[in-house]
């Protein structure tokens, strides 16, 4: 959880709740991943704890039709200005690249005689860079293309201090309007990965932003994925209070932006249809404690790995 959250305030830590925890402040257990089973299995949620977070979210109502359009055309905007307010203060760096998906360092071994040729990468919703620096770090094959809609982050991008020439680029695309191929080659990337960021988009905008990624992707490319699952406390806290759920498993944040919550055949189903061999797909369980608050959270995450046919 970011430290610079007003955590005294129970409605502000249920919305801080919905950031990604600081590997750094929080102990943490983490259960076994899960493929493709529903329902969620009891080693991901207990049936006790399932009935409770059911029951609060059955009895949340979505907020006015006006309010749920600003917020999904104002999108970009707000995550613009929670850039220029957090700046690089709010996310912590993603330490658990290697663990989770090693992709990104076994494809740095090349065979006796073969050619280190250079893998071609994309971080969509790169955010400030949280994702880019540790896995540029991980590889020296590795070229990052970065993107993200909000403009001040890419610039906090270009400007850190690690920002590697020649290595990197980053640049500003809304992912479910602009064509990736304005910038990188049709069909020239190895690797997507997707860190918290379709959670970002409304469903019905989901299909599009797909498409636009598979579009830059060459055949047997992998897209790894990572976000918020169902059932997670923060939309469990999101729904105990009134005025944050915008539609089905879409809630807004204080500062307007928005979070989906996933399922494991929500994805599937979306991938699939677009194109996609689904590799992997599961619930991790992740209980983490701050010691500080003395506050223990049951968060719940969707990870997978889509193969583009
Ligand atoms: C929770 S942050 C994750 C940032 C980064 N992936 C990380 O792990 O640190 C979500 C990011 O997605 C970006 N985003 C949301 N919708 C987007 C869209 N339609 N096109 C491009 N970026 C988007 C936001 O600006 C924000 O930087």
Same mark, same amino acid.
């Given at each position: 959880?970011?430290?610079?959250?007003?955590?005294?305030?129970? =409605?502000?830590?249920?919305?801080?709740?919905?950031?990604?925890?600081?590997? %750094?402040?929080?102990?943490?257990?983490?259960? !076994?991943?899960?493929?493709?089973?529903?329902?969620?299995?009891?080693?991901?949620?207990?049936?006790?704890?399932?009935?409770?977070?059911?029951?609060?979210?059955?009895?949340?109502?979505?907020?006015?039709?006006?309010?749920?359009?600003?917020?999904?055309?104002?999108?970009?905007?707000?995550?613009?200005?929670?850039?220029?307010?957090?700046?690089?203060?709010?996310?912590?760096? +993603?330490?658990?690249?290697?663990? %989770?998906?090693?992709?990104?360092?076994?494809?740095?071994?090349?065979?006796?005689?073969?050619?280190?040729?250079?893998?071609?990468?994309?971080?969509?919703?790169?955010?400030?860079?949280?994702?880019?620096?540790?896995?540029?770090?991980?590889?020296?094959?590795?070229?990052?293309?970065?993107?993200?809609?909000?403009?001040?982050?890419?610039?906090?991008?270009?400007?850190?201090?690690?920002?590697?020439?020649? !290595?990197?680029?980053?640049?500003?695309?809304?992912?479910?309007?602009?064509?990736?191929?304005?910038?990188?080659?049709?069909?020239?990337?190895?690797?997507?990965?997707?860190?918290?960021?379709?959670?970002?988009?409304?469903?019905?905008?989901?299909?599009?932003?797909? !498409?636009?990624?598979?579009? =830059?992707?060459?055949?047997?490319?992998?897209?790894?994925? +990572?976000?918020?699952? =169902?059932?997670?406390?923060?939309? =469990?806290?999101?729904?105990?209070?009134?005025?944050?759920?915008?539609?089905?498993?879409?809630?807004?944040?204080?500062?307007?932006?928005?979070?989906?919550?996933?399922?494991?055949?929500?994805?599937?189903?979306?991938?699939?249809?677009?194109?996609?061999?689904?590799?992997?797909?599961?619930?991790?369980? +992740?209980?983490?404690?701050?010691?500080?608050?003395?506050?223990?959270?049951?968060?719940?995450?969707?990870?997978?790995?889509?193969?583009?046919?």
């Amino acid at each position: 959880m970011a430290q610079e959250q007003p955590l005294q305030d129970p =409605v502000a830590a249920a919305t801080a709740a919905a950031a990604p925890p600081s590997e %750094e402040e929080l102990s943490s257990i983490e259960a !076994r991943q899960v493929k493709l089973q529903k329902p969620l299995p009891a080693s991901i949620i207990s049936p006790e704890k399932l009935e409770y977070a059911q029951g609060v979210i059955a009895k949340d109502k979505a907020i006015k039709p006006f309010w749920v359009n600003k917020y999904k055309n104002e999108a970009a905007k707000n995550w613009d200005r929670f850039y220029k307010r957090n700046e690089t203060r709010f996310y912590k760096d +993603r330490h658990w690249i290697e663990r %989770e998906f090693s992709i990104f360092s076994s494809s740095s071994t090349a065979a006796e005689g073969e050619e280190e040729t250079k893998i071609n990468c994309l971080e969509i919703g790169c955010g400030v860079g949280n994702f880019i620096f540790p896995v540029l770090d991980l590889n020296k094959r590795l070229f990052m293309y970065a993107c993200d809609f909000a403009p001040h982050a890419i610039e906090l991008v270009k400007q850190h201090e690690d920002y590697p020439q020649g !290595r990197c680029s980053a640049f500003v695309c809304d992912l479910t309007k602009d064509p990736l191929t304005d910038t990188i080659p049709a069909g020239s990337l190895d690797i997507v990965s997707s860190i918290f960021v379709l959670s970002a988009i409304p469903a019905e905008k989901l299909e599009a932003a797909v !498409r636009n990624i598979k579009e =830059v992707m060459k055949p047997g490319g992998m897209i790894c994925f +990572r976000d918020y699952a =169902v059932y997670d406390a923060a939309q =469990v806290k999101f729904s105990s209070n009134p005025g944050r759920m915008l539609d089905t498993n879409l809630y807004v944040r204080q500062d307007g932006t928005m979070s989906h919550f996933f399922s494991v055949e929500q994805m599937t189903e979306l991938f699939e249809r677009e194109g996609f061999r689904v590799e992997e797909c599961g619930y991790v369980h +992740r209980e983490t404690i701050n010691r500080a608050m003395d506050l223990s959270l049951d968060r719940r995450f969707l990870q997978a790995k889509f193969i583009k046919l």
